[in-house]
T-cell receptor, first 114, second 114 residues
Framework: SQKIEQNSEALNIQEGKTATLTCNYT??????LQWYRQDPGRGPVFLLL?????KEKRKERLKVTFDTTLKQSLFHITASQPADSATYLC?????????????FGQGTTLQVKP | DAGVIQSPRHEVTEMGQEVTLRCKPI?????LFWYRQTMMRGLELLIY????????DSGMPEDRFSAKMPNASFSTLKIQPSEPRDSAVYFC????????????FGPGTRLTVL
């Protein structure tokens, strides 16, 4: 069956450290993978998009990697701050889909302690 | 830019009643998406439109759900009759340039069906 898996356990790290979140997928052939941030009571906010032929993408303190062999994307936040505390969602567009709809993982909650 | 606007923000209704959720996408965006988010199932795509035309409605749970987009600046999601299991947060999102672009989400409507 098709699955997108993100670590369901909250990730707790100390301010200033690098946070690394994982997104694994099964039985998809994603053409694109996206990462979103969601704060409690609010809608998701788009952060980064990476294509299947890209290994890495950066934006300020954020870095995303995409390994189609491992079927995995890693999302890094360097020099983390308490304001980075939120739930982070990965989402993919299945390349085999005719309509290319976006499918979301359940999200991982990050807590950055001062 | 006002962002995606949704109304109402909260809706409490009784089982069997009709519920209408409203969305105004960002001006100039040609794709509009309706999602539902619950703790159990996460964020699920219900339906999406391109240039006001429904493209993929495979996520609409059953015939009690219907969505329309009469023009580029307005969409509705209707549930008739509503049931307690419809209780969730419903998000509207919009984007331009294709379904492989990052999506801009509204604040959501929290629906409670008693």
């Amino acid at each position: 069956s098709q699955k997108i898996e993100q670590n369901s356990e909250a990730l707790n790290i100390q301010e200033g450290k690098t946070a690394t979140l994982t997104c694994n997928y099964t039985n998809y052939s994603p053409a694109y993978l996206q990462w979103y941030r969601q704060d409690p009571g609010r809608g998701p906010v788009f952060l980064l998009l990476i294509r299947e032929n890209e290994k890495e993408k950066r934006k300020e303190r954020l870095k995303v990697t995409f390994d189609t062999t491992l079927k995995q994307s890693l999302f890094h936040i360097t020099a983390s701050q308490p304001a980075d505390s939120a739930t982070y969602l990965c989402a993919l567009v299945d390349g085999s889909s005719n309509t290319g709809k976006l499918i979301f993982g359940q999200g991982t909650t990050l807590q950055v302690k001062p | 830019d006002a962002g995606v606007i949704q109304s109402p923000r909260h809706e409490v209704t009784e089982m069997g009643q009709e519920v209408t959720l409203r969305c105004k996408p960002i001006s100039g965006h040609d794709y509009l998406f309706w999602y539902r988010q619950t703790m159990m199932r996460g964020l699920e795509l219900l339906i999406y439109f391109n240039n006001n035309v429904p493209i993929d409605d495979s996520g609409m749970p059953e015939d009690r759900f219907s969505a329309k987009m009469p023009n580029a600046s307005f969409s509705t999601l209707k549930i008739q009759p509503s049931e307690p299991r419809d209780s969730a947060v419903y998000f509207c999102a919009s984007t331009w340039g294709g379904i492989r672009s990052g999506q801009f989400f509204g604040p959501g409507t929290r629906l409670t069906v008693l």
